[in-house]
């Protein structure tokens, strides 16, 4: 297994930005396609942003425009800037691999987007 530890969720009034962070125990961002992954309760989890095998990024159309993902190989983090957040955008949101790799699942950071 391949630790993932996200942080930076907390919570945030409409309107507001977050940036999320995925560390990792050792280098896998350059082997693995990464990406982030969200589930709010009652909902399966969805995948929000990614990088494609080329390097470029894909978002849900929920999210595109306001999110960003970007990464830092030196550093094992992969990040989520997360801006204009809505109330729907509350969920726990964890990275993993583009498919997800079953042990790779850490505890997630939970987001909350409330007045």
């Known amino acids: 297994q391949v630790p993932l530890v996200e942080s930076g969720g907390g919570l945030v009034q409409p309107r507001g930005s977050l940036r999320l962070s995925c560390a990792a125990s050792?280098?896998?961002?350059?082997?693995?396609?990464m990406g982030w992954y969200r589930q709010a309760p009652g909902k399966q989890r969805e995948l929000v942003a990614s990088?494609?095998?080329?390097?470029?990024?894909n978002y849900a159309a929920p999210v595109k425009g306001r999110f960003t993902i970007s990464r830092d190989n030196a550093k094992n983090s992969v990040y989520l800037q997360m801006n204009s957040l809505k109330p729907e955008d509350t969920a726990v949101y964890y990275c993993?691999?583009?498919?997800?790799?079953?042990?790779?699942w850490g505890q997630g950071t939970q987001v909350t987007v409330s007045a």
């Open positions: 993993n691999t583009v498919p997800p790799q079953p042990g790779f």
């Open positions: 050792r280098s896998i961002f350059s082997i693995f396609v």
């Open positions: 990088f494609n095998g080329g390097g470029s990024t």
